[in-house]
T-cell receptor, first 114, second 116 residues
């Protein structure tokens, strides 16, 4: 059974710091991995999607890497800003019979203070 | 174009009542998913539709939960005899044709269900 773990559970940093959020998964048979942002009381916003054949994806100050064989992904946030404060979720896409479903971690709650 | 929309945004009901939650996927997306997110947890898969049919309902917690998608677009998640443990945010997502394993899922804002 696929399990996704995110470390740390919570992080509080001053603005300007470079951050690394970690995600690990137990079964390397994934199709892709997505990083999402969730603001309090809101839905999920997709940040980056890495296909299983890819090693990394970049969008602005965000960079996500994927090491499928070791079951790990990292989300790197450069020069953090207070507006980055949110919960960050990673999810792996797995294929069971006729389904592509996302298996989520429990998230990292990030607070960036001025 | 418009993203995934869900109504209502909030629903408060009493224990034992029946509720319906609606999801409008992105136009042209044939795959539709329901997830449930309890406080402090990541979303958990409930059910997946490919077109009109429920291809996988293995995530539904019990027979009080049911979902339909009669015309292959809008979907309704129905919960009978609600219990306090059903309180959560119910998220809907859609994607292009699946199973392909390579399509990004786009999420709606969710419906926050509170059962008193």
């Amino acid at each position: 059974k696929q399990e996704v773990t995110q470390i740390p559970a919570a992080l509080s940093v001053p603005e300007g710091e470079n951050l690394v959020l970690n995600c690990s998964f137990t079964d390397s048979a994934i199709y892709n991995l997505q990083w999402f942002r969730q603001d309090p009381g809101k839905g999920l916003t997709s940040l980056l999607l890495i296909q299983s054949s890819q090693r990394e994806q970049t969008s602005g100050r965000l960079n996500a890497s994927l090491d499928k064989s070791s079951g790990r992904s990292t989300l790197y946030i450069a020069a953090s800003q207070p507006g980055d404060s949110a919960t960050y979720l990673c999810a792996v896409s797995v294929h069971y019979i006729d389904t592509d479903k996302l298996i989520f971690g429990t998230g990292t709650r990030l607070q960036v203070f001025p | 174009g418009a993203g995934v929309s869900q109504t209502p945004s909030n629903k408060v009901t009493e224990k034992g009542k029946y509720v319906e939650l609606r999801c409008d996927p992105i136009s042209g997306h044939t795959a539709l998913y329901w997830y449930r997110q309890s406080l402090g947890q990541g979303p958990e898969f409930l059910i997946y539709f490919q077109g009109t049919g429920a291809a996988d309902d293995s995530g539904l917690p019990n027979d009080r939960f049911f979902a339909v998608r009669p015309e292959g677009s809008v979907s309704t998640l129905k919960i009978q005899r609600t219990e306090r443990g059903d309180s959560a945010v119910y998220l809907c997502a859609s994607s292009l044709s699946s199973p392909a394993g390579h399509n990004e899922q786009f999420f709606g804002p969710g419906t926050r269900l509170t059962v008193l």
